[in-house]
Every structure is written in structure tokens, then in C-alpha cells.
């Protein structure tokens, strides 16, 4: 519902109670109030009374906050106000009963709630009214539980300045009882029990009241005719553009094909005959004992639901408190995982770094030990080299005049040592032998005068 609305029928709201004191004053001028009460079993043509009246200028209020079809697929519209169902739940649960059951047997025009209750329930009413209905002067309301809760709101409209006004739907009762069967799956006896006592309580709570009768079958027969003897028992006027045919989803099962007006009188009698037979049995004692525990474990429950909302509520409190404490610590704790996980970046950076440096020092040490191997292998190759040349001088010198080499030379150093010098005596022998010719055939010589 919008802001707007809202706004709207506070407005009206306000209007509205200055209404009540014209009403209660009798001030002239003072507009009347009507409140239109369909009242009639479960599934006994209400919501197609409720269709007619609407159509007669009976606001029901908005439809966007009626039952939900969607969600009860028996009718298309209900023309029924889920606060309104909420309440009468609420007025019933006080009193113990559960609408479903249909085995409560009040005393006709009572309804007996503490004077709290009666307080509380009032002033909830009084804030439905002006909320579904703002300013509205001549508004309607449609449920079943009006059956039992009748008497409530007969006399907070009336302490309201409304003049509440009555429609009685019937309908055959093995009709109302399959109607329902088809519905609720209860048992063919508690549907019939549903059929009697619905329809007959109704008669004794209205009894006094003249109520406008319509009976469902026979709308459904002859609309034209109901509608217009409803208009003039309401004093409503008939808009002209009124189609008075009902729509096909409103229009339920029914083996009925005679019309029997009820009487209301008679049907409130046996109602009452029937209270006192139970109440003569000490059954209807016996029944309020029951919901009078019933109640007890009701509100036993209430107050535990209580505490245990308090509960709730005082947890999340905690919560609260609890989470504003742990806030700065949790930040904290943030700030140190993002300061070590920045240590730990770092250090894994340092160590990537470390390894790049060490591994490439390891490839400078492999390339200089490669080419020290290098080096060395060629140095093997020239000493070698070396060591073929030495053998092949050694091979061609005499063994005598082959000098020992002195270990402050080298081998290789063998091939640029002078000769050894002899003595005069060996000197001389060898000048003038080196006259002679020397003998053929002798090697020494040979070699001696190669050498010289």
C-alpha cells in the first residue's frame, strides 16, 4: 500500500472519529454510518452476497488485501478482509476455540471476554476499521467466524455510531456440508455437524436483529428478483447498470431445486433445545473445562514465545555489542596478516633474487672451469709434443757425451745445454785425434766427429 494511501485514510481516519461524535450527539446533519455484516455458514454463498452488495454501493474494502485466492483456489474473490480473518482468530483463541472445530455451543448474543480484553480487542478493531476503511459511510464486512464472534462486533459498531446492519445467507445444509467436504477433507459428520450448527447459530445470534435473508440457490435461480428484495430490505438503491448475473467461480454445488425461506425463530429454538440437552448431559461444561486448557497451554505458549522472542532479541544485542567490539581487533588482525604477507612477498623476492645471482655464478664457475679445462688439455698436447721431440734428440746424441740434466733444469731445457768441457789433457787428445781419420767401421768415432 502506498505512502500516499496511507496519508490518505489517516485523513479520513481522523474525519472518522469526529464522525462518532456527531453520530453519539445526534447533531443535525450528522451523517449516517451503516456497517453491513454478511453473515452465514463457510461455503454457503457469502462471498456471491458479498458480490451483490458491492455491486449496491457496500464497500468491502481493497480487493489487493482480501484472502488470497492463490492461495484458497475455491473462489476467485472473497470479498473478505485477511485482517479481518486475523482478528475473529484472535477473538476465538481467547475464548480457547478454534474456528476449524465447530463443536463450541455459546450462549447466543454473548461473547465472553474479561473487561481487558474486551479494551483490547476494541481498540485493535477500531484500528482495522480506520485502516481498511478510512472515512467510508457505509462499509461491509464478510467472514465465516461472524458465526460465533457475531456478538463483539455488534456492539462495538453500535459504541462506534455505526448502525450495524445484517444479511443471512442460507442454503441447504447437505449442500453447505458437501460444499465443504470438497474442501476441508474432513469426515461427512464433522461436515454435516459444520452445516447444523453453523446455520442454526446464526439464526439465534440474529434473531433479535431482522436480518436480510438471502438464500444462495435461489440467487443463483432468480437474480434479478433476490437482488432487488435485498436492495429494498437494506434500503439500498439498485444501480441501473447493475448486472445482477454471479460470476461462475462463485456459484457452488447444490442438489437443491426447492426454495424453503428459513425461519429464523424456529431454527434459533432447536438451536437452544439443542444447547440444553448438552448442557443437561454436563457436556457443554465438560467442553468449556477443555477450552479453558486449551487457553492455558495457549497463553503458556504465548508467554514462552515471549521469552523466547526477548531472547532472541537480547542475543542479537549481544551480537551487536559483540561485533563492535571485535571490530578494532579485527583490524588489526587484517592490518598484521596484510603487513606479513607483505614481509613474506618480500622475502620470497629476496630469495628469487638470491637464486638468480647464486645460479648464475654457477654458470661463470662452469664456463671458467670449462675453459681452464680447455687450457689445460692443450698444455698436455704441447707438452707432449714436447716429449716426442726430446725422445727423437736423445735417439741421435752418444750415450757418454749425453749430459745428466740438472734438477734445477727441466727435461725440456736438455736440448739447449752446451757441451760439458773436458780436461787439457783430454782436450788435447782430442785435437790431435780429430786430425786422425778415424777407423772405418767404428761408431764412436762416427758419432764423436758428428757431434764436434
Known sequence: MSKQGHGQRKGNGHAHEHGYARAKKGAPGAIRRRAVLVVGPPRSGTSAAAQVLNGLGVHFGDPARFVDPEQHKHNPIFFELQSLNDLNDALLAELGVNFGDFDYFPEPGKFPLSADAWLSFEARAEVLISEEFGGKH?????????????????????????????????????????????????SQGHNDRLAWLSLHLCAAQLVRHKPALLDF?????????????????????VPAELRHGIDAGLKHESEAREFVEADIPDMAQEYLARRAELDDFGLLELAQRR??????????????????????????????????????????????FGRIADVIASVEDEKTFGRSIIQQRIRDLEDALFSSQAELNALRTEAQSLQVRLDRLRQGLPELEVAEVPPEHSAGDVVGLAPIPLDEESSGAGEAGSQQEPEAGDPDQTATGKIS
Open 138 to 186: 457505509l462499509i461491509g464486512l464478510k467472514d465465516p467466524r461472524f458465526v460465533f464472534t457475531l456478538p463483539f462486533w455488534d456492539r462495538f459498531f453500535k459504541s462506534r455510531g455505526y448502525e450495524p446492519s445484517f444479511v443471512f445467507v442460507t442454503r441447504a445444509p447437505q449442500a453447505i456440508a458437501l460444499s465443504n467436504a470438497k474442501v476441508n477433507k474432513c
Open 217 to 237: 440457490d435461489r440467487l443463483v435461480a432468480e437474480p434479478d428478483i433476490v437482488v432487488g428484495e435485498l436492495a429494498r430490505s437494506l434500503k439500498l438503491k
Open 291 to 336: 477450552r479453558e486448557e486449551v487457553r492455558g497451554l495457549v497463553r503458556s505458549n504465548q508467554a514462552l514465545t515471549q521469552e523466547i522472542t526477548e531472547a532472541r532479541i537480547e542475543v542479537r544485542r549481544v551480537e551487536g555489542r559483540l561485533a563492535s567490539a571485535m571490530a578494532p581487533l579485527v583490524s588489526e588482525l587484517r592490518t598484521g
